[in-house]
C-alpha cells in the first residue's frame, strides 16, 4: 500500500513537473495563438530532451561513438537552452533554435560518422539521416504563423529543405565518399533520392499548410465568436449596472412610498380617533336611546357615515348621514355635518325635521362654496325627533333626504317602511321638492331602525345584493329578541352572507325601542 501511495505521489509529482515546463513563457497579456506555439515548443523541446538524452547514453553504451555521444549530448543542451530562451521570453529564438537544431546536428552527426565509419553504411542508415531532416521541416509549420512570421518562417523552412537537396553535395565538397555497398542499384541516383523526398516533403508541407489555413479560419471564426460573446457579456453587464441602478431606484422609491404611506396609516388612525370623538359616547347613547344597538363597520379606517345625537325641549333627536365617499374623504365631510348640525340645532335652536334639513342643505352648500366651484359634494340624511305623548304612546317626527325609516309595531307582523324625501343635501338639487316633516303616534316599544345602504348595497360571492326584502325579513324574525342581541344576529347574518367578498361601502345600521 505504501508503495502505491508513493507511485502515484511520483506520477503526480512528474505530471506537475512537465506541466510546469509546457507553460514556461506563456503569459495572459499575449494572444492565445501565441501561447500555444510557445506551449507547443517547450513540449517539444521537452520530449527532444529526452529523446537525445537516451541517444546520448544509448550510443555511450552500446556502441562508444564519440561523435554520436558528441551530438546528442550537444543537442539536447540545445533544447534545454530553447527551453530557458521561452522561460525568459524569447520567444522567437527559442523556436527558431528549435527548428534549426535537428537537421544541423543531423547533418553534422552524418557527417562524422561517414568520416570515421566510411563502409559502415547500410540502409536505414542511409535514409535515416533524410528523415529526420524531413521530420524536422514540421516544426516551422507547428512554431511559427507563417502570416505573421514570415522572416523566420521561411528562414528555417528553407533551411531545412536545402539541407535535405544539398545533402549528398555537401558530403561531396567535404571530400567524404558516400558508399553505397549495401544499397540498391535503383536507390543509388542522387536526383531520384534527393527529389523523393523533396516531393515528400512539399507535399506533407503543403497539406500542413493547408490544415493550418483551415485551423486559422477556424480560429478565426472562434476569436470573432468570442469577440460578440464579449460584446454581449459587455452588454449585459452594462444592462446588469442599469438594472442595478434601476432597483437601486426602485428600493429608495418603495422606500418613499412605504415612508409615506406609514404617514399616511398614521394621519388616519389619527383622523380616526378624531372621529370617534366627534360620535355620541356610550353614555351619551345609553341616556337618549336607552334599548339600542349601533352597528356601525367603516370600510376603510374612517367611514363617511355618521351618527348624531340631541335633546332640546324634551325632545330627543337622532341624525344618520351617509355622506358622500368614504374613506378620508367622506369622514371630511363627516366632521363638516356634525359641526353644522351643532350650529343649527344646539346654537340655531332649529325645531323641525325638514326645517333640520333644509338649513344643513343650505349651509353645505355655502360652506363649500359649491355655487363656485360646482362640486356636488353632501349626504344622504335622516332626522327623527321624539317624545313620549302619554303613558302607552310616542310622539315621533321623521324626515329624511334619501335615507327611509323602517319600524316595527309591537304586534310583529310585519316591516313598516317611512319613505323619505328624494332629495339629497348638497350640491345642485331639484329645488322644487321641498322636505316635509311626517308626524306619527306609535305605541310604546315600537322598534324603529335607520342606516345608510352600505348594508343593503353589500354583495354576496355571486355579486347579488342583499337588498331590502331580505334585511326586513331578518329584522322580523329576530324581532322578539332585544336590541343588543339583534345587533349581533345582523352582524352574524352579514359575515355569513358576505363571506369573504370586498366591503363595498361604509355600513351604518341603528336600532331602537321607543
Not at 537516451?54 to 549530448?73: E, V, Y
Not at 444592462?239 to 441602478?245: D, G, T, V
Not at 311626517?438 to 315600537?446: A, G
Amino acid at each position: 500500500m505504501e508503495n502505491i501511495k508513493i507511485d502515484v505521489y511520483s506520477y503526480n509529482m512528474f505530471r506537475k513537473i512537465i506541466h510546469t515546463i509546457s507553460f514556461f513563457g506563456t503569459s495572459r497579456s499575449l494572444p492565445a495563438s501565441i501561447n500555444r506555439q510557445i506551449t507547443l515548443c517547450n513540449q517539444i523541446a521537452l520530449a527532444m530532451c529526452g529523446l537525445t538524452l537516451f541517444f546520448t547514453i544509448a550510443n555511450a553504451t552500446i556502441r562508444f561513438d564519440i561523435s554520436k555521444i558528441l551530438t546528442s549530448f550537444v543537442n539536447t543542451c540545445m533544447f534545454v537552452c530553447v527551453l530557458f530562451l521561452n522561460k525568459y521570453h524569447y520567444h522567437l529564438a527559442g523556436r527558431l533554435l528549435a527548428c534549426l537544431i535537428i537537421p544541423t546536428s543531423n547533418t553534422i552527426s552524418q557527417i562524422l560518422v561517414r568520416i570515421n565509419y566510411p563502409d559502415d553504411i547500410f540502409i536505414p542508415q542511409y535514409f535515416g539521416d533524410r528523415i529526420f531532416i524531413l521530420a524536422s521541416s514540421l516544426f516551422p509549420l507547428l512554431l511559427f504563423n507563417p502570416k505573421r512570421e514570415k522572416g523566420f518562417f521561411w528562414f528555417s523552412y528553407l533551411y531545412i529543405i536545402a539541407l535535405l537537396i544539398f545533402y549528398d553535395p555537401l558530403h561531396w565538397l567535404l571530400n567524404i565518399e558516400i558508399h553505397r555497398a549495401n544499397i540498391p542499384q535503383y536507390l543509388r541516383g542522387y536526383s531520384f533520392i534527393n527529389l523523393t523526398f523533396f516531393v515528400v516533403t512539399i507535399g506533407i508541407t503543403l497539406a500542413i499548410i493547408f490544415l493550418k489555413n483551415m485551423n486559422l479560419v477556424y480560429e478565426s471564426q472562434i476569436i470573432q465568436a468570442n469577440k460578440e460573446l464579449e460584446a454581449q457579456k459587455e452588454e449585459i453587464l452594462t444592462q446588469n449596472a442599469e438594472l442595478q441602478e434601476q432597483q437601486c431606484e426602485i428600493t429608495a422609491q418603495r422606500d418613499y412610498i412605504e415612508e409615506q404611506h406609514n404617514q399616511t396609516k398614521n394621519s388616519i388612525r389619527v383622523a380616526h380617533t378624531i372621529q370617534n370623538a366627534i360620535l355620541p359616547t356610550q353614555e351619551r347613547l345609553d341616556a337618549i336611546l336607552q334599548n339600542y344597538f349601533v352597528l356601525y363597520k367603516p370600510r376603510d379606517v374612517v367611514s363617511g357615515d355618521f351618527y348624531w345625537v340631541s335633546e332640546v325641549q324634551d325632545w330627543k333627536i337622532l341624525v344618520v348621514a351617509d355622506c358622500t365617499g368614504h374613506g378620508v374623504p367622506g369622514a371630511f365631510m363627516t366632521l363638516i355635518a356634525h359641526t353644522l348640525l351643532d350650529k343649527i340645532v344646539n346654537i340655531g335652536r332649529v325645531g323641525e325635521p325638514h326645517s333640520i334639513l333644509q338649513k344643513l342643505h343650505e349651509d353645505v352648500v355655502l360652506t363649500l362654496n359649491q355655487k363656485v366651484h360646482n362640486n356636488n359634494m353632501g349626504m344622504d340624511a335622516l332626522v327623527m325627533m321624539w317624545q313620549p305623548h302619554d303613558a302607552q304612546t310616542t310622539t315621533l317626527k321623521f324626515e329624511g333626504a334619501k335615507i327611509d325609516m323602517y319600524y316595527i309595531l309591537p304586534e310583529k307582523e310585519k316591516v313598516h317602511t317611512l319613505q323619505a324625501t328624494r332629495k339629497a343635501i348638497g350640491g345642485e338639487q331639484n329645488e322644487q321638492k321641498t322636505f316635509q316633516t311626517k308626524m306619527l303616534i306609535l305605541p310604546t316599544n315600537t322598534q324603529i331602525y335607520v342606516g345608510s345602504d352600505g348594508l343593503l348595497d353589500q354583495n354576496n360571492p355571486q355579486r347579488k345584493r342583499l337588498g331590502t326584502q331580505k334585511l326586513h325579513q331578518h329584522l322580523l324574525q329576530n324581532a322578539h329578541f332585544s336590541l343588543p342581541e339583534q345587533g349581533k344576529n345582523i352582524e352574524t347574518m352579514l359575515k355569513e352572507y358576505q363571506q369573504d367578498t370586498f366591503q363595498r361601502d361604509d355600513i351604518l345600521l341603528i336600532g331602537y325601542k321607543l
